[in-house]
C-alpha cells in the first residue's frame, strides 16, 4: 500500500510508539482489504471497551505517546453512580476496571460522550467526508442518512484512525461499493418504530450482505425510524449501506441508487416476514420484571413521547423501567420537566450504559422483559436476559400494567 512520507513516518515511530502501534493496524487491516492507499478522516466514533486485554493495548498506546489527532466520540460504558444512586452498586463488580477505562480513554483525547447515537447529536457527518464510526448502529446512519463513507469500523481501527487521522481506502469508502447489489419492495406497512426494527432485520436477513436498494417505505421518515431500520439491518447482517431513493443523498432515484446499472435482483418483504421476526425474536417466558427502551439510545424526542405517556402514573412495583440515552438528552430532559415526569413515575433514565454489559445480566440473568429494540433481544438470551418485543408505545404499559 503507498503511504505518503508523513504516514511513513508515523509507522517509523517518528510520532512515538503509539502513534506507530495504532499505523501499523491500519496498515495491515488496509493491505488485508486490497487498499492501495490511506485517505485523511475528518471524523471519528471509537467504543470503550474495559475488559483487561483491552486495558492492556490502550494502556500500551498512551505509554507510547498516542494522542487522538481526530477526537472521536466513544460509545457507553456504565454510569456507576447511577447504580449506586438506586441501590445497586456495582452489579458485575467492574467498577475499578471501567474507571480505569475512563481515565485511558480521556488521556487518548477520546470526547467523552458515552452514547452510542453521537451521529444524530454531536458528531455529525456531512455528506462526502470520510469518517471512522465504530457502532454497528451508527456506521448505516452514517453512510446512508448523512451520506458520508465509513467503514463497519472495530473500537481498535476506529481509535487506531483517530489517532493518526487516516483510514484505509477500501469498502464503502469507494464508490463502486456503494452501488446498489439488490431492489428491496417493502410490501407491508411500516408505521411504528418498531415496524422498522422489524423491516430492517427481516432485509439484513434475507441479503446478509450487499446494498439494498430500499423501496415501499412511507416518505420522509423520521431520523428515529432510519436509525431503527439501519441498526437491525447491520444486526442480522453485515450491510452497513442501504439507499432509500429520495432520502439518501446519493440517490435521488432508483436508478442513481444502482448507478445507472439494470437492476441485479429483487426481493420482496412481507407484512408475513416482519411478524416471523418478531415471532423468532420474543422468547420471554416468565413474568416481566423489566422493560428496557434505548438501544440505540434514545433521542430526546422518544424520551419526550415516554414522559408524556407515563406522567401521572406509576411503573408497577414488580417492574423496573429503562430508558437508556446520552447525557446530553438526559440533561435536557431534565431542563425541560421530562425527566422528573418519569421519575416521579418511577422509571428510570440512565445516561451513558448499554443493554450488552454485565451490570444488566448481573441484575436479570434468567428473568424475562420487553423491548422494542431487535437488536436487544438478539444479543441478550446468550446472557439469558429474554426478552419479548413490541411497540415503544407497548412497553410502556406493560411497565405500568406489570406485564401483559
Ligand atoms: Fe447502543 Fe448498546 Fe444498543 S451500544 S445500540 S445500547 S447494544
Known amino acids: 500500500m503507498y503511504l505518503t512520507q508523513e504516514e511513513q513516518a508515523m509507522l517509523d515511530g517518528a510520532q512515538g510508539d503509539g502513534t506507530a502501534e495504532a499505523m501499523r493496524l491500519l496498515v495491515r487491516l488496509g493491505e488485508s482489504m486490497n487498499a492501495q492507499k490511506m485517505v485523511p478522516i475528518s471524523r471519528a466514533h471509537t467504543s470503550a471497551v474495559h475488559y483487561p486485554s483491552d486495558i492492556w493495548y490502550t494502556t ?32 458485575a463488580g467492574e467498577k475499578d476496571l471501567v474507571n480505569k477505562a475512563r481515565d485511558i480513554y480521556c488521556r487518548l483525547g477520546v470526547i467523552p460522550t458515552y452514547s452510542c447515537t453521537p451521529e444524530l447529536d454531536i458528531n455529525v457527518p456531512r455528506t462526502g467526508e470520510f469518517v471512522a464510526f465504530a457502532e454497528s448502529s451508527a456506521t448505516p446512519y452514517v453512510n446512508a442518512v448523512c451520506g458520508a463513507r465509513s467503514n463497519r469500523e472495530s473500537a481498535k481501527t476506529a481509535l487506531a484512525a483517530a489517532i493518526t487521522g487516516r483510514t484505509p481506502l477500501y469498502g464503502y469508502l469507494l464508490d463502486e461499493n456503494r452501488r446498489g447489489t439488490v431492489l428491496v419492495k417493502v410490501d ?119 414522559a408524556e405517556q407515563i406522567k401521572g402514573r406509576k411503573v408497577h412495583p414488580d417492574v423496573t423501567l429503562w430508558i437508556l440515552t446520552s447525557s446530553r438528552t438526559r440533561e435536557l430532559a431534565e431542563k425541560m420537566g421530562y425527566l422528573g415526569a418519569i421519575e416521579q413515575a418511577g422509571g428510570h433514565v440512565i445516561a451513558g450504559t448499554c443493554f450488552d454489559f454485565p451490570c444488566y445480566y448481573t441484575l436479570y440473568s434468567g428473568k424475562s422483559g420487553v423491548t422494542d429494540s431487535a437488536k436487544a433481544a438478539f444479543y441478550t438470551p446468550r446472557m439469558k436476559m429474554d426478552f419479548n418485543l413490541e411497540t415503544r408505545k407497548r412497553c410502556i404499559e406493560i411497565a405500568l400494567n406489570g406485564g401483559y
Open 188 to 306: 407491508a406497512p411500516v408505521r411504528t418504530g418498531l415496524d422498522y426494527n422489524l423491516a430492517g432485520y427481516a432485509i439484513g436477513e434475507k441479503m446478509g450482505a450487499g446494498v439494498p436498494v430500499i423501496t415501499g417505505l412511507p416518505e420522509n421518515p423520521m431520523p428515529e425510524e432510519l436509525l431503527n431500520l439501519g441498526t437491525q439491518l447491520a444486526t442480522s447482517s453485515s450491510v452497513a449501506m442501504y439507499h432509500i431513493p429520495g432520502v439518501t443523498p446519493e440517490a435521488p432515484d432508483v436508478e442513481t441508487a444502482f448507478h445507472g446499472r439494470p437492476v441485479p435482483g429483487t426481493i420482496t418483504v412481507t407484512r408475513a416476514d416482519l411478524e416471523g421476526v418478531k415471532e423468532k425474536l420474543s422468547c420471554a417466558r416468565g413474568p416481566i420484571e423489566y422493560v428496557m427502551v434505548g438501544c440505540p439510545h434514545y433521542t430526546l424526542g422518544q424520551v419526550i413521547r415516554v
Open 60 to 91: 500500551k498506546l498512551i505509554r507510547g505517546g498516542a494522542k487522538c489527532k481526530i477526537p472521536p466520540t466513544i460509545n457507553p460504558l456504565y454510569d456507576l453512580d447511577y447504580f449506586e444512586k438506586i441501590g445497586k452498586p456495582d452489579p
